[in-house]
């Protein structure tokens, strides 16, 4: 996800930056943890004065960044972080509910009005409440950010349409070497077991939304079975570089989310590169992120109004056109802002923003075709430990040429480093040498 450059970002932005004699007062801080590259860093930094404006209260925001869910779970869970405000993807928030590890989102915000309730109803009813939490209702404690599904990201000069209509391209020969799949063990086994599962899905006799509860032996082993029969044609599994590796044409096809894509595609764009996004016929995944408020939060007050502040049509827009990925928040302003009947052909998505979005012009890879919407099904917290251990021998104790790459970059910029500081010292050493010389 650009996601290196935006966290940098966030450390050096003076309104997201807290002094340490500040930072300890956790009265007027608010700890936001986050995905990497998905935040406008002008929404965040406006949060403040929109506080102070709502609320007469002083805060400052110490932003942070995390790349996988599971670490992020960690330090909330055996760490006892603090953070006041988190982004978990939607099976993590089941773990954490059954944990008790999220303490509920309380909706009272006096005079400000209660953005919240502009979410999608399709969030809210076929999403969120479908979150298994252990007998807690979801709504109550998160709220949808950004939405996608996992698909195929592919360069149309050396890839067919054709071909990625079925994840049957990645065991093709032809990419061998020039396949990225996304380092990401749930959505690529969800995303496989739901396509071998597609015709008893629709024959009626397995239900879309519940096979990613599926962490049987026999379902493990069929997924485990068909990734290492393409794994050979794998260059690297990847967290975030796989659109870089896009743009530069180092791949062909990507196994990843759709708002990675949508951002390749966009950068690629701009340097004259067409790239494209399918979701095979077969089924994927659909995936969601939301925000909660951790057990151990200290500043519940702002960690409200701050999920509020973000529910906010403008900043959902504003948040969207940064990182390329797709607000849970629907409602006519978001609609109209989306639609551009020059760029896209009319689709139905009348299950995102209701029945008068039958026909409208929005962009496919943001909001897909509901007949797409249709053969993808919600991941979910099962089977983690064994789903882990068949993902880890799946891809090996061996790294892929793009760790051997970075691994090789970084130490040979170590050791040009030192050179160069060697090279330098020794000039410096024989200036001073030849100026003695001289002076005697």
């Not at 978990?88 to 999220?102: A, G, K, T």
Request: proline share 3%; aromatic share 14%; hydrophobic share 40%.
């Amino acid at each position: 996800m650009k996601k290196f450059f935006f966290a940098v970002a966030a450390l050096v932005l003076p309104c997201v930056l807290v002094s340490n004699a500040f930072a300890a007062d956790r009265e007027h801080t608010l700890k936001v943890y986050n995905w990497a590259d998905y935040i406008d860093m002008n929404v965040l930094n406006g949060f403040p004065a929109w506080y102070y404006e709502q609320t007469g209260e002083q805060v400052e925001v110490l932003y942070q960044t995390f790349d996988i869910n599971e670490s992020m779970l960690t330090e909330i869970e055996v760490g006892h972080e603090d953070y006041d405000v988190a982004c978990p993807s939607d099976y993590i928030i089941e773990r954490m509910l059954r944990n008790e590890l999220l303490l509920p989102i309380v909706r009272d915000f006096g005079t400000t009005p209660d953005y919240i309730g502009n979410a999608s109803p399709y969030i809210v009813d076929e999403v969120f409440s479908k979150i298994e939490g252990g007998g807690r209702n979801a709504n109550d404690y998160s709220v949808g950010y950004m939405w996608g599904t996992t698909g195929l990201l592919y360069n149309p000069k050396y890839v067919s349409d054709e071909d990625v209509r079925t994840w049957e391209v990645l065991r093709n020969p032809e990419y061998a070497g020039k396949i990225l799949v996304k380092d990401a063990f749930r959505d690529v086994y969800t995303s496989l077991l739901i396509s071998f599962y597609i015709e008893q899905v629709e024959a009626g006799q397995k239900n879309l939304q519940t096979i990613g509860f599926d962490a049987s032996e026999e379902s493990i082993a069929k997924v485990e079975e068909y990734l290492n029969s393409f794994k050979d044609n794998v260059a690297g599994w990847e967290a975030d570089f796989g659109k870089d590796q896009m743009t530069k044409e180092l791949a062909w096809l990507n196994l990843s989310w759709s708002g990675d894509a949508q951002w390749a595609i966009d950068e690629a764009a701009e340097i004259g590169l067409e790239l494209k996004y399918a979701i095979p016929e077969t089924g994927s995944s659909v995936w969601f992120d939301g925000w909660v408020i951790p057990k151990y939060a200290k500043n519940i007050k702002a960690a409200s109004y701050f999920i509020n502040y973000m529910c906010m049509p403008e900043n959902a827009v504003r948040n969207m056109d940064v990182s390329g990925y797709v607000s849970t928040i629907g409602g006519e302003e978001i609609l109209q802002a989306m639609s551009d009947p020059e760029s896209f052909d009319p689709i139905d998505v009348s299950y995102f923003f209701g029945e008068q979005a039958d026909s409208v012009c929005v962009n496919p890879v943001m909001y897909p075709d509901i007949r797409i919407m249709s053969r993808c099904g919600m991941m979910h917290d099962s089977g983690t430990e064994d789903l882990l251990k068949m993902w880890s021998r799946v891809k090996g104790d061996s790294a892929s040429i793009w760790t051997y790459t970075l691994i090789c970059i970084v130490f040979l910029s170590l050791i040009a480093a030192l050179i160069v500081k060697y090279a330098k010292k020794r000039y410096r050493r024989r200036r001073y040498a030849m100026k003695r010389r001289k002076r005697a």
